[in-house]
C-alpha cells in the first residue's frame, strides 16, 4: 500500500498474534482480580452466593473490561493497545486516521464475527492483500506499523522484531506445554 508515493507498511498476522497474546494476559489478569473483587464484595454483602451468579458476574465483567481495553486504546491518540505498541503496530482507518470511539467498539464487536466462523476471520490477515482480517474489513481499518502515516515513514520496519519474536516464542512453549498437559491427562484417563 502506498499513502502520496510513500510505502506503508501493514502489520502481518505474527504481529498481531504477538500483540494479541500480550492484550490477553493483560485483560485476563484484570479481569480476574476485578471479578474476584466483585464477587468477593457480593459475598460480604449477602448477595449471590451460587456459583451460576458468580460464573455470570465473572463473564459479564470480562467481556465489558475487554471491549472498553480495546475500544479506548485503538480509539487513543496511540491507535494501539499496550500489545500493539510493544510490538510496533497500530489500528487506523483506511485513510491513516485515527478511528472514533464508536467504530473501535465497532470493531471489537466484529471481532466477535471473526471469531465464531472458527477463527477463519483473524486468519484472513495472513492473506488478504491489505492484511486485514474479517473485522478489519466489516469496520474499514488497517493494521500497520506504528511510523505509517507519520512525518517519519522511513521508521517503518518490515522485519518482526525482537518483542514480537521473543512473545511468539514463550506462546509457542506454553501452548506446547498445554498440549503435553491435555495428551498426559487423555493418557492418564484411558489407562485408568
Not at 31 to 36: F, I, K, Q, R, S
Not at 137 to 146: H, I, N, Y
Not at 173 to 183: C, H, K, N, P, Y
Request: proline fraction near 1%.
Amino acid at each position: 500500500t502506498a499513502v502520496l508515493g510513500r510505502d506503508v507498511v501493514l502489520a502481518g498476522f505474527w504481529k498481531r498474534v504477538a500483540a494479541y497474546l500480550i492484550d490477553s494476559f493483560i485483560v485476563g489478569l484484570a479481569g480476574m482480580a476485578l471479578a474476584a473483587f466483585v464477587i468477593s464484595f457480593a459475598g460480604v454483602a449477602g448477595l449471590g452466593r451460587g456459583s451460576w451468579m458468580n460464573e455470570l458476574v465473572a463473564n459479564l465483567i470480562s467481556f465489558t473490561l475487554s471491549a472498553g481495553y480495546y475500544a479506548w486504546f485503538h480509539a487513543s491518540h496511540s491507535m494501539a493497545t499496550p500489545g500493539k505498541m510493544a510490538v510496533g503496530i497500530k489500528v487506523v482507518g483506511l485513510d491513516g486516521e485515527r478511528i472514533s470511539l464508536a467504530r473501535a467498539i465497532g470493531r471489537y464487536f466484529a471481532t466477535i464475527l471473526s471469531a465464531v466462523i472458527f477463527g477463519i476471520g483473524f486468519l484472513m490477515a495472513g492473506f488478504t492483500e491489505r492484511k486485514q482480517a474479517l473485522h478489519d474489513m466489516v469496520c474499514d481499518t488497517l493494521v500497520v506499523d506504528r511510523w505509517a502515516f507519520t512525518a517519519h515513514p522511513e521508521l517503518q520496519r518490515r522485519e518482526l522484531g525482537t518483542v514480537t519474536v521473543v512473545v511468539l516464542a514463550i506462546g509457542g512453549v506454553l501452548l506446547g506445554l498445554a498440549l503435553l498437559g491435555i495428551l498426559a491427562a487423555v493418557g492418564l484417563a484411558v489407562l485408568s
